[in-house]
DNA sequence: ACGGATAATGAAAACGTGTTCATTGTTTAA
DNA sequence: TTAAACAATGAACACGTTTTCATTATCCGT
């Protein structure tokens, strides 16, 4: 620690930099300017390692590329970095087998909190490996117009974010049954993933209600190939469909793509499409894609707040919070 | 450290997690089975402060929503994960002023590396602020056929990753002028930054060797929007051109957009567009973009060479590695 | 001017590792 | 069998902070 050569003791400038404490203001002053001048920072390792808190959050997710989800990073970088946080990433292997090893390994950094954006990891394994960090966990839950479930009875609560998808979810079939849609497909993402899952069991719902009978089921991953030769095979080798709702937006450019360049139909004439997220690319010419919006920032918000309430409050109960989803209407439904 | 409750010293538990001690085969088995019982890790904190050593690479973007960005960030999170390694996320400014707070900021978690995927960084500067972290240089060498130029004579060396442009856009402009275009565009990415101004020089170079005297310069931003309605005022308040060359892929859409769905014109028939990149979304079919690709596996796998070695030997000449571009042909210019 | 409260200060301990050094136990070479 | 080389081991220290805790300086009300 060199600041202390220039002046005094260690620990006043420890104080320095920590506001609550009570140091004189000019010796203050003067800790922080040599500080400058010496271009010394405190070290966070040290720090971490007698308060506990590395500042430091994981977060996990299978895939960077995807848009949504460097959307996601993106925002969420910024809004931990406004709060003295950093992000740490990880990356889960190509198959999502979400082995132990990657939170063993991410364990070693002491996070602060985990967010996993990545679909089978449930906040019970995370907790179970990170006995320090905090586990945060995005949920949808099953719901209706009325209200939504909360699944308190599985086993112990942990700190989750809510996401509403029956407002839009509504108002999309609402649109395209509007403009005459009757026989509705869902392309869905990754296999038993719980985003993909929920908004199937929304739809049908809400499908049920407007007398829409069942939707088509048609299998995808969230990418845009296998969502492209799914709508291939669903007109070519099944029996088509009037409208065809994305479990995600990417999903719902491989479907235009599907249609218009390889199946020669038209959207929105012969056939609507809706997608899921209304991430940047939804809005470029090209797609002009009608799709169910989750506010990001929003959401990104919600996630820092739970970090922030939780760290202040370590022993506080379960906390919540709930963001919600509507449609944006452009140009693939009519 | 609860490890050694369940046998002897601590020494040895920490001789049991560092592969090239010495330490008893079997007595190394007990510890580490003893460990796996009590899910206990050595903590990376306390290790980067005796060993000087964070396994932290600090990677600095504007904006990691862009897909060429995401993906990079991708790649490298991958190959950094392997070598044991954490990717650090921090973001500038939108404004992209890479002011000393953030790497002030960025300090304090001691990351052992630097990577600045940002344009008005130099790494003087990173060096400047963090004493102990090494940075790493995106470097896009002035070139032609023969070679390119090593600008060692200005300031101080640091390591650096070469990126060579001129086979690339030798081949695109190879292409365009085979299929006919006489008038070419330069669409540019952000002012003044290194990527687009090292594609300009070169572009200039290849078409005066080819007679095709001087691009027309439109002024981007690498993004969507604002090359979609620098395209429209090429064409409406401008003389138009019958070929554009973009700094970027994500530029490149905009183009096609702007032609295709605003000014009516088609791609390539009318207009031929090539881009800069070869991301993710290149080859979908609305624009099956044919562009200068950069491998994204070798750029990244350089990238961690060059770390690695540089951290194993702190006191070597300047490193420097190289990767080149090549063309992707695909269907927009004819 | 006095007593008591409060602010300012530094010494020492603690956080969980890696490293050096000296000691002990074990093998190898003659 | 003996000396020498080597493997295995633990005690003590160091890394750069924050946090008690005890001490001293300063302020306030009367």
């Excluded at 390889?262 to 209304?278: A, H, M, Q, S």
């Amino acid at each position: 620690m060199v600041a202390r050569s220039a002046n005094v003791s260690r620990v006043a400038v420890s104080r320095a930099f920590n506001p609550h404490t009570s140091l004189k203001p000019e010796k203050r002053a003067l800790i922080l300017k040599v500080a400058e001048e010496l271009n010394y920072t405190p070290d966070r390792a040290a720090r971490a390692l007698v308060s506990g808190r590395s500042h430091l959050v994981g977060v996990i997710v299978p895939d960077v590329c995807s848009p949504w989800e460097s959307q996601e990073i993106d925002a969420l970088t910024t809004a931990l970095q406004n709060e003295g946080f950093a992000t740490l990433l990880f990356k889960t292997r190509t198959d999502l087998s979400m082995d132990a090893t990657l939170l063993t390994y991410m364990k070693g950094f002491n996070p602060d909190a985990v967010i996993a954006f990545v679909e089978n990891v449930k906040p019970t394994i995370l907790a179970g490996v990170l006995d320090r960090a905090v586990p945060i966990y995005v949920h949808y839950p099953r719901e209706t117009e009325a209200g939504f479930d909360r699944p308190d009875a599985d086993g112990p609560l942990y700190d989750r974010l809510n996401v509403l998808q029956y407002a839009g979810i509504e108002q999309a079939v609402a649109l395209m049954q509007g403009y005459g849609a009757k026989r509705l497909a869902y392309l869905t993402g990754v296999y038993r993933s719980g985003a993909s899952t929920a908004r199937e069991d929304t739809l049908r719902k809400v499908m049920a209600d407007r007398g829409l009978g069942e939707p088509i089921m048609v299998v995808g991953d969230f990418t845009y190939d296998t969502a492209y030769a799914a709508t291939v095979d669903l007109f070519r080798v099944g029996d088509g469909a009037d409208a065809v709702f994305a479990a995600n937006d990417v999903g719902a450019f491989g479907v235009i793509d599907a249609l218009r360049h390889e199946l020669k139909l038209r959207v929105p004439e012969d056939v609507k499409v809706v997608g899921f997220d209304d991430i940047e690319q939804s809005h470029w010419k090209s797609y002009n894609l009608t799709t169910v919006k989750i506010d990001l920032d929003e959401r990104v918000r919600a996630l820092v707040r739970l970090i922030l309430r939780r760290l202040s409050k370590p022993s506080a109960g379960a906390l919540e919070e709930t963001v919600q989803t509507r449609l944006v209407v452009r140009g693939t439904v009519g």
